[in-house]
């Protein structure tokens, strides 16, 4: 026997002892091994990040599985469909929305942009979070100082108040245009929007003594630029937030999908109010964006939602920022 070949077979002799022994400790193979239970829990759903001199806040509202894409964008063949969706790794049978609702404390004031649903499991029991998220980002509701939503569709104004008409926001200030607020708390629309018009009724008029009107243009806080962005609804506004040399733009339903209404932007969506003055908002604002390299964040992207669009062909490719915890 060699000298290496000595030194190998000591080494696996020790290895083998090192291993009973170890069995010899801690019993059988078996039981080391025991399988771990399943936790079924994720890491708290908010982010944190910088904006110049702001600190801002992305909580989640949960999951909205939205269904059939096939039924939900309009204009595109199945086939064309399915390309998208397919090339890009996602699933051709249902298109899961996320809601990435922002939330910025300027040093002064504790903005909240959108809420939710809220109570109403219109789209399933995973949304309705908010709340859960604030608290797990160590934000406590009583010190929100604004709401300002994005127009006054279900899932971004169901969390305002409870099913008792409590505010869930009870020392904030309400914004929102008059023209989304006139349109969606009007009893005489078409029954098929009821739960459209009870939502916004409900969240909207017991906060009518601290609701402010939002003009296009306007500082609507300090930092907080306002651009209207009509066709998702009369109303829908986008927000751009400024704090030194940085920005975001809260986009809120300016686009719903990351692909199929990017690639193709006057692909037409069924939950628009007007759908054509939606897609030609959608081109101009995210052109601007693009142009600007605007750093923006969209309520419905995949998880936390913001990043960057460049023009790409006749649309756009959006480029999800890496998070920096």
């Not at 060699?2 to 009973?20: E, M, Q, V, Y």
């Not at 939002?214 to 009509?230: C, Q, R, T």
């Not at 009369?234 to 199929?260: Q, R």
């Amino acid at each position: 026997m060699t000298k290496l070949d000595f030194a190998l077979s000591r080494r696996h002799l020790l290895r083998g002892a090192s291993a009973a022994g170890a069995l010899g400790a801690f019993g059988p193979l078996n039981s080391v091994l025991a399988k771990a239970p399943m936790l079924g829990t994720q890491a708290p759903a908010f982010y944190r990040f910088k904006i110049g001199d702001f600190e801002a806040t992305i909580a989640t509202d949960g999951g909205l599985p939205l269904g059939d894409p096939h039924k939900n964008y309009i204009g595109l063949s199945p086939e064309e469909t399915d390309r998208q969706l397919s090339q890009n790794f996602l699933p051709t049978d249902n298109t899961i929305l996320e809601q990435n609702a922002l939330i910025v404390n300027t040093g002064d004031k504790l903005i909240l942009f959108d809420t939710g649903l809220g109570n109403l499991h219109l789209f399933g029991p995973t949304t309705g979070r908010l709340q859960s998220s604030l608290k797990a980002a160590g934000i406590d509701p009583k010190d929100i100082d604004a709401v300002v939503m994005t127009h006054a569709h279900v899932d971004h104004l169901g969390g305002n108040n409870q099913d008792d008409g409590t505010s869930n926001f009870p020392n904030a200030q309400f914004y929102i245009t008059q023209a989304d607020f006139d349109f969606w708390t009007d009893e005489g629309k078409p029954k098929e929007m009821k739960t459209f018009i009870d939502t916004a009724r409900k969240n909207l008029i017991p906060n009518r003594d601290r609701l402010h009107f939002i003009k296009d243009g306007s500082e609507v806080l300090p930092g907080v630029h306002a651009i209207l962005a009509p066709g998702h609804t009369v109303g829908h506004t986008i927000f751009m937030v400024n704090s030194g040399k940085e920005s975001l733009c809260y986009v809120g339903d300016l686009a719903h999908h990351p692909i199929l209404l990017l690639e193709k932007p006057l692909t037409e969506f069924a939950y628009d109010t007007d759908p054509k003055m939606s897609a030609k908002s959608r081109v101009k604002m995210l052109s601007m964006l693009a142009d600007n390299k605007t750093r923006m964040l969209a309520y419905h992207f995949a998880w936390p939602g913001i990043g960057h669009v460049a023009k790409q062909g006749d649309g756009f490719r959006w480029y999800p920022e890496s998070i920096v915890l």
